[in-house]
T-cell receptor, first 113, second 112 residues
Framework: AQTVTQSQPEMSVQEAETVTLSCTYDTSESDYYLFWYKQPPSRQMILVIRQEAYKQQNATENRFSVNFQKAAKSFSLKISDSQLGDAAMYFCALRGSQGNLIFGKGTKLSVKP | DVKVTQSSRYLVKRTGEKVFLECVQDMDHENMFWYRQDPGLGLRLIYFSYDVKMKEKGDIPEGYSVSREKKERFSLILESASTNQTSMYLC???????????FGPGTRLTVT
């Protein structure tokens, strides 16, 4: 079975500082994709960043980057220079064998001014 | 930009009613998905579809059915709504399974 685990239900960060959200996963597939999605309060879920398992280089999108540790099956998200608009639920997701997404339970990130 | 729309943001229904949740995407995507989102449980897949008139069960299909008569539209049906189906329902679409999924705004359904 494929699973995704986010062990931090809530996190808090000071504006302009850096925060790391944790995610571990389990899959028996050799080729897979991992995603971080952001869901702001009462707003649509949007893709933050994605990582192909066959790529060794960690994905980066502006202030967002991942630390992909394939052997450890770890996929953490780092947000640098945190902004008030980063406050949201963050979901880690693994692409399932049928093209669906398998989500973790989410981490609620608060940003303090 | 890809646009995924859902027919209602908020819906209140009575136990036993038949409920239709509609989802429309405007990017000619092959794949469409229905998820249910509950606090502390994340998102769970109810049904998905790879093509018109095709449907596949997800992790929690019990109590739900779907319809995909046209490529752009994917409907979720609660044949007889129950209080344990009170939840946020999210629709998503993608061009191919490997591609990212685009989500609709969600429908918050309350069954009383």
């Amino acid at each position: 079975a494929q699973t995704v685990t986010q062990s931090q239900p809530e996190m808090s960060v000071q504006e302009a500082e850096t925060v790391t959200l944790s995610c571990t996963y389990d899959t028996s597939e050799s080729d897979y994709y991992l995603f971080w999605y952001k869901q702001p309060p009462s707003r649509q879920m949007i893709l933050v960043i994605r990582q192909e398992a066959y790529k060794q280089q960690n994905a980066t999108e502006n202030r967002f980057s991942v630390n992909f540790q394939k052997a450890a099956k770890s996929f953490s998200l780092k947000i640098s220079d945190s902004q008030l608009g980063d406050a949201a639920m963050y979901f880690c997701a693994l692409r399932g064998s049928q093209g669906n997404l398998i989500f973790g339970k989410g981490t609620k990130l608060s940003v303090k001014p | 930009d890809v646009k995924v729309t859902q027919s209602s943001r908020y819906l209140v229904k009575r136990t036993g009613e038949k409920v239709f949740l509609e989802c429309v995407q405007d990017m000619d995507h092959e794949n469409m998905f229905w998820y249910r989102q509950d606090p502390g449980l994340g998102l769970r897949l109810i049904y998905f579809s790879y093509d018109v008139k095709m449907k596949e069960k997800g992790d929690i299909p019990e109590g739900y059915s779907v319809s995909r008569e046209k490529k752009e539209r994917f409907s979720l049906i609660l044949e007889s709504a129950s209080t344990n189906q009170t939840s946020m329902y999210l629709c998503a679409s993608s061009y191919q399974p490997l591609y990212e999924q685009y989500f609709g705004p969600g429908t918050r359904l309350t069954v009383t």
